[in-house]
């Protein structure tokens, strides 16, 4: 079992940066895949990325060439970093985790670990 919590969350302007946080306790984070998930308010949560241990990641659309995950096993982090940011990156973000491996983790439904979420507001 692993326990997730997230930070780094808060207001930016469009075209700037953030980078989430996501840490993880309990047993060790190896095994996972960790996902990140956004949803704004009346949308259904949308995939964001995912990433497994030594694996290469991959991203919804919306993100692809401006978000990237990654992780430090040794620090029990998952970080999601955020460039670019448009005002319809506003939402909140939540950081996911499954046992094992999985390179197609793009629906919620898959993860069974979720952290509390932290907001990101873009301003235009």
């Known amino acids: 079992q692993v326990q997730l919590v997230e930070s780094g969350g808060g207001l930016v302007q469009a075209g700037g940066s953030l980078r989430l946080s996501c840490a993880a306790s309990?047993?060790?984070?190896?095994?996972?895949?960790y996902g990140w998930f956004r949803q704004a308010p009346g949308k259904e949560r949308e995939f964001v990325a995912a990433?497994?241990?030594?694996?290469?990641?991959y991203y919804g659309d919306s993100v692809k060439g401006r978000f990237t995950i990654s992780r430090d096993n040794a620090k029990n982090t998952v970080y999601l970093q955020m460039n670019s940011l448009k005002p319809e990156d506003t939402a909140v973000y939540y950081c996911?985790?499954?046992?094992?491996?999985?390179?197609?983790?793009?629906?919620?439904?898959?993860?069974?670990?979720w952290g509390q979420g932290t907001q990101v507001t873009v301003s235009s």
């Open positions: 309990g047993r060790t984070i190896s095994p996972y895949t």
């Open positions: 996911a985790a499954v046992l094992g491996y999985c390179d197609s983790c793009y629906s919620p439904r898959k993860y069974g670990y």
């Open positions: 990433l497994w241990n030594g694996g290469m990641p």
